[in-house]
């Protein structure tokens, strides 16, 4: 091998998978954040890798042309996970970004409007337009982007563990109409909801306000489109959201990435009501679209959430993660605001900059853990992967109780010197 080669090996080749622990050639780490919360299967998984290679070796491309009948095959598997009205597919994306396009070039052809509402808060991608619907205005700062007649609206305070809805969340289902009315000029297409706002820094939004966006929707014939990236194959405890905690949004479209992949394989789909399936294949695609390793890896992860009943598992062990969460609260002042469901919680620090020394401190003590809103925010992330069983909460639980001994001195220590 020659020195290019060998620098290359040495590189990626001190990183090294088991289950939910990474090892970085120097320290063995616990993955509480499911990697980018596309490792459901955690880092390795034998039976999804034993296809993937199957794979390789057959062949690792094939054009669009030839894997709609796979695409098919496995939206006949999804079709038990899914609200009533979801009945088609789109396969055609390796990323939630490109899958978000897709759905909104849906809604947008099948209404004759342009616009999209969104979220305060909310992520829906890395590319342009989908950064522009995010509701996190300062990733724009250096670029240009417009969807006609796109508005955002306040989020919903977020459901706690420990405390009852927020009546925030009816004046946010008033405001929303008034939006539609006052703000819009009837240019609406659609609106994107994440059943739980991931980056946003885990909002659970309350159930009543899914129920009411429904029925402002129909009333106005606008598309709702549930952006499952972060919170579909099993992360809340259903196959869906859509079809557990947020099954009152009803959505026309669901679309999913991430965790689809098992492994952190990339991929990307959009599932809808049949008139929603109206592009033509040249009007939404990409190169890499359901190509046969994300076919391949789909598939396998379908299998194993189903014959390895992950979603029971996620459900039955969903109280331990949060009662764990809950007592770290109310051990350490620094934690607040506890939230989430399934596999998918988060709490707050006081600031931002104290959960940057948090996560820090964490990876000393073996633990990764994530912020929000790309280190503005000031919530942390607790995701583990869904395979991880109560043995793996408690070494998460503990971690976070050295981290947070070990950051309460060190702010002290810090008030002290100032």
Same mark, same amino acid.
């Given at each position: ?231 579909? /194959?099993?992360?809340?405890? @259903?196959?869906? +959201? ?5 099954? !009152? &949004?009803?959505?026309? $479209?669901? =679309? ?25 294949? /040249?009007?939404?695609?990409? @190169?890499?679209? +359901? ?5 391949? !890896? &789909?598939?396998?992860? $379908?299998? =194993? ?30 934690? @607040? ?82």
């Amino acid at each position: 091998m020659n020195n290019a080669t060998d620098m290359f090996e040495n590189l990626i080749g001190q990183y090294k998978g088991d289950g939910p622990y990474l090892h970085d050639g120097e320290r063995k780490l616990i993955d509480a954040a499911s990697g980018t919360f596309n490792l459901p299967l955690g880092y390795t998984n034998q039976r999804v890798a034993d296809k993937l290679k199957q794979q390789i070796d057959r062949c690792t491309h094939l054009s669009s042309a030839y894997t709609k009948p796979i695409s098919d095959h496995i939206l006949t598997r999804l079709k038990k996970h899914l609200p009533e009205n979801i009945d088609r597919i789109w396969l055609r994306d390796v990323s939630g970004s490109g899958a978000v396009e897709g759905a909104i070039r849906m809604a947008q052809k099948y209404t004759g409007r342009s616009g999209v509402i969104s979220l305060f808060k909310s992520h829906h991608g890395q590319s342009l337009a989908t950064a522009k619907i995010s509701g996190n205005a300062f990733r724009l700062q250096n670029f240009t982007s417009s969807i006609d007649g796109s508005i955002k609206i306040p989020t919903p305070a977020s459901e706690l563990c420990n405390k009852e809805s927020s009546v925030q969340s009816i004046n946010s289902i008033t405001d929303l109409e008034d939006f539609i009315n006052f703000g819009s000029c009837g240019n609406i297409a659609c609106i994107i909801l994440e059943p739980v706002l991931g980056n946003g820094g885990n909002i659970v939004l309350p159930v009543e306000f899914y129920r009411q966006v429904r029925k402002i929707c129909s009333k106005y014939g606008i598309v709702v489109i549930a952006d499952e990236v972060q919170t579909g /194959f099993g992360r809340t405890g @259903t196959f869906f +959201a859509s079809t557990g905690y947020a099954k !009152a &949004l009803k959505p026309d $479209i669901i =679309v999913f990435a991430k965790g689809a992949g098992g492994l952190g394989i990339p991929t990307g789909g959009i599932l809808m009501r049949s008139a929603l399936d109206c592009l033509e294949s /040249f009007e939404h695609s990409s @190169t890499s679209g +359901a190509n046969p390793l994300s076919l391949t !890896a &789909l598939n396998e992860t $379908i299998s =194993v959430i189903e014959e390895d009943n992950l979603l029971q598992h996620v459900q039955d062990n969903e109280i331990h993660l949060k009662n764990g969460l809950l007592a770290l609260q109310e051990q350490h002042e620094l934690v @607040t605001n506890v939230r989430g469901l399934g596999y998918m919680f988060g709490f707050d620090v006081p600031s931002a900059q104290i959960a940057g020394m948090a996560i820090e401190i964490a990876g000393k003590h073996g633990l990764i853990i994530r912020g929000s809103r790309y280190g503005k925010g000031r919530a942390i992330k607790v995701r583990p992967p869904l395979t991880c069983t109560k043995a793996h909460i408690d070494e998460i639980m503990n971690k976070l109780e050295l981290t947070f001994v070990e950051l309460a001195k060190t702010l002290d220590t810090l008030q002290e010197v100032a």
